[in-house]
């Protein structure tokens, strides 16, 4: 389960170690522990992928004897903490409570699963007294007693070694993380190489395909150049025109022979000619009847190209074939390697299967485990539950004995309250009347000052406009400069304008103090 990171307040560390700190932490009205990674180390992947695995490990476990796994808590991957119960009074062997000696040594009543006497059908019954023991195997309290002081000592000593080999697998535990760490960078190394390998192995194919294609393009244009110098040949030999003919002659043998040919059907004769020889018909006009024409067949120009091609076509097609089987063969190499990576991982699914398996057996073994020890813990649960329910009675006696008191003194408080209201009701009453005879007091004064301010302003304007009727009319008749100067300063004027100024100002001072007097009223 998640838990929010901002809801945890870390108050101390409780205790640190190599790898990490516990912190004492509220969330909400509870007080939790809190494990999480030292400052360091939280930047270092190896570290953070630990701690997850010891946070599911913590997460697998459920029992009443080990302590509540709560939830995971984060903001980031670097904060990642584990949330568990908080022990005021620390692990299991400071505990009073969980200390059978001390039970022993009180008298208390114990079931024991491989008792002498007592099997796993008869430890069902959650009440077993000292009386019916005593019927059952005839023991007295002494010999029970040594029995379970004996099966005490035999805990602790089993409990000794068991802490000495959690010691040791812990050790093995951090080794064998770090080699699951190296194993798993290993494994995705080699995934990244075997990807780099196929796009490698892809691009050396694609060049070499692009290789041969350029290759059959070199032996073309080759091929091409070839036929264009040929080509220019013949465009010069056309520029020098050649006459060539070929005359055989009569070849002179016996007469019998002639005769013997003259027998035979005549055959058609032919000739050949290039360049700007004579017309055929002319040529034969021309032979004397005594020569013989034949036809001669020239060889076809463009056979050596035709040929060349062709040969060029063949080894490009053999180039392709081997491209093509030595690209087969690559991804007949690549299937085998897939098919073996299969096998490898089907044999070790198979082998996860076999090993959970195991655990499921001996998460079996230890259910049937704790099966006996909840019903040794169910008998002391019951007796704690008989316990509280008598201090619950007793808890419920004294809260009705506080309710009586409670309303009580609820009834008293009232009278008292009631009785503080009427003193204050009375003096407030006289507050408010002698506030509101003040209010009045001082509207009338600020109601006074308010006329005699309006009337002062009105004379002083009064005054005001007469002054500059007066000054209109004594500078419109175009007075001298001394006239002027005389006029200027002129005291009785001066003082006039003074006094006005003053009674305008020491009425607004007086005005704003009764404003004032009535905000604070």
């Avoid at 002081?149 to 959690?166: G, S």
């Avoid at 004769?269 to 067949?297: C, H």
């Avoid at 001394?482 to 100002?505: F, H, K, P, T």
């Amino acid at each position: 389960m998640r838990i929010p990171y901002s809801s945890l307040y870390f108050t101390r560390v409780l205790s640190k170690g190599a790898f990490g700190e516990v912190w004492l932490a509220q969330l909400e009205n509870r007080q939790v522990a809190v494990k999480r990674i030292l400052n360091e180390k939280k930047n270092d992947e190896k570290e953070i992928e630990c701690f997850g695995a010891e946070i599911k490990l913590m997460a697998s476990f459920s029992h009443p004897k080990i302590v509540e796994f709560m939830g995971v808590s984060w903001s980031s991957m670097q904060d990642v903490c584990a949330v568990t119960e908080y022990m005021a009074k620390g692990d299991l062997p400071g505990a009073q409570f969980l200390s059978l000696t001390a039970m022993v040594n009180q008298a208390e009543e114990l079931l024991s699963f491989g008792s002498p006497r007592r099997g796993f059908s008869t430890s069902m019954h959650s009440l077993v007294d000292e009386g019916e023991l005593q019927e059952e195997g005839g023991k007295n309290a002494t010999e029970l007693l040594a029995f379970y002081r004996q099966r005490c000592e035999q805990f602790h000593a089993e409990r000794e070694q068991t802490l000495a080999h959690l010691a040791q697998i812990e050790v093995s535990k951090e080794e064998a993380h770090r080699l699951k760490w190296e194993l798993k960078t290993k494994n995705e190394e080699i995934a990244d190489l075997e990807e780099s390998l196929k796009k490698a192995n892809a691009a050396l194919f694609q060049t070499k395909a692009e290789l041969i294609d350029l290759q059959t393009e070199n032996k073309t244009l080759k091929l091409q150049e070839q036929d264009d110098r040929q080509k220019i040949q013949q465009l010069l030999a056309l520029t020098q025109p050649i006459t060539e003919q070929v005359t055989f002659f009569r070849d002179c043998r016996p007469e019998e022979m002639q005769q013997e040919r003259k027998k035979k059907k005549p055959q058609k004769s032919g000739f050949a000619v290039r360049g700007n020889a004579p017309s055929l018909k002319n040529i034969t006009q021309s032979i004397p009847p005594n020569k013989v024409l034949r036809t001669i067949y020239m060889p076809n120009e463009q056979t050596a190209a035709l040929t060349k091609t062709i040969e060029n076509l063949q080894k490009q097609l053999e180039s392709h074939q081997q491209l093509t089987e030595t690209r087969i063969q690559a991804l007949l190499d690549g299937f085998a390697e897939e098919k073996a990576k299969m096998l490898l991982h089907q044999q070790q699914i198979e082998e996860k299967s076999t090993q959970l398996v195991k655990q499921v057996e001996k998460t079996k073994r230890v259910l049937t485990q704790t099966t006996k020890d909840y019903l040794v813990l169910r008998h002391k649960s019951q007796e704690t539950e008989r316990l509280a329910h008598e201090e619950i009675f007793q808890v419920k006696q004294k809260c009705d004995t506080l309710v009586t008191e409670k309303t009580k003194l609820t009834e008293k408080v009232r009278e008292e309250t009631n009785a503080l209201r009427e003193v204050v009701r009375e003096e407030g009453n006289q507050t408010v009347l002698e506030f509101r005879n003040q209010a009045l007091s001082r509207e009338r004064d600020l109601h006074i000052l308010k006329e005699q301010y309006a009337a002062m302003q009105e004379a002083c304007t009064k005054r005001i406009q007469d002054l500059q009727k007066l000054e209109v009319i004594l500078y419109g008749r175009g007075l001298t400069a001394q006239e002027r100067q005389v006029l200027r300063y002129d005291e009785n004027y001066a003082l006039d304008s003074n006094e006005l100024s003053e009674e305008i100002a020491a009425l607004q001072r007086r005005l704003m103090d009764l404003s004032v007097d009535l905000a604070e009223a």
